[in-house]
């Protein structure tokens, strides 16, 4: 079965640089989200996406920005990134709702 | 605020039952779930509850009492793989969900 699919898995940025993060979805999954995983935490709710509608926002800093786009992939954006932002980044799709969410593999952001 | 409490860690004996409770205060509620997630991988969906009362599949089993903000997740017949982080979950309302701080499992032999 296909999963939800995240590139890079792995990302290496100095402070002050930019990232852009994507996520394909599971085909007709229509809600996206994004978290951040620090080490030893839980997943902090970012952002997320219904029918390519940003939805609602969570704990995202201005310096981050996302979108959904017409085939349904998402990127996150985050720019002028700073020490703190290296944690690792899932997206996950859910089909209709918010009774389960398929997560991705995630992608390791490290800012150095 | 809005928070999620969960015990910290667990450890349990090959073959034996856990339960691993989550206690919510957040300012919506429209579900509780409960995911798995083993080192350096990513969040598996386990179970859901909408409704107050229990919810079984397979070894796994989770409950709800929204009077309460209470639930627990009950893994029967434990195995060396259970060891791994598990997390509660709400749906705070439209598509946000609050994740609670996780509750760390060792299965011992």
């Known amino acids: 079965a296909a999963g939800v699919i995240q590139s890079p898995r792995h990302l290496i940025k100095e402070k002050r640089e930019t990232a852009t993060l994507k996520c394909y979805p599971i085909?007709?999954?229509?809600?996206v989200y994004w978290y951040q995983q620090g080490p030893g935490q839980d997943p902090q709710f970012l952002i997320s996406?219904?029918?390519?509608?940003?939805?609602d926002k969570g704990s995202i800093p201005d310096r981050f920005s996302a979108q959904q786009f017409s085939d349904y992939h998402s990127e996150l954006n985050m720019s002028s990134l700073e020490l703190g932002d290296s944690a690792l980044y899932f997206c996950?799709?859910?089909?209709?709702?918010?009774?389960?969410?398929?997560f991705g593999p995630g992608t390791r952001l490290t800012v150095t | 605020g809005q928070s999620l409490e969960q015990p910290s860690e667990v450890t349990a004996v090959e073959g034996a039952i856990v339960q691993i409770n989550c206690t919510y205060q957040t300012s919506g509620f429209y579900g509780l779930s409960w995911y798995q997630q083993h080192d350096g991988g990513a969040p598996t969906f386990l179970s859901y509850?909408?409704?107050?009362g229990l919810e079984e599949t397979g070894r796994f089993s989770s409950f709800l009492s929204r009077s309460d903000s209470y639930g627990y997740l009950l893994l029967q017949e434990l195995q060396m793989k259970d060891s791994a982080s598990y997390f509660c979950a709400v749906n705070t309302g439209g598509f946000k969900t609050i994740f609670g701080a996780g509750t760390r499992l060792f299965v011992k032999a």
């Open positions: 996406f219904y029918e390519k509608m940003q939805s």
């Open positions: 509850n909408g409704l107050d």
């Open positions: 085909p007709r999954h229509d809600t």
């Open positions: 996950a799709s859910s089909p209709g709702g918010h009774r389960e969410q398929y």
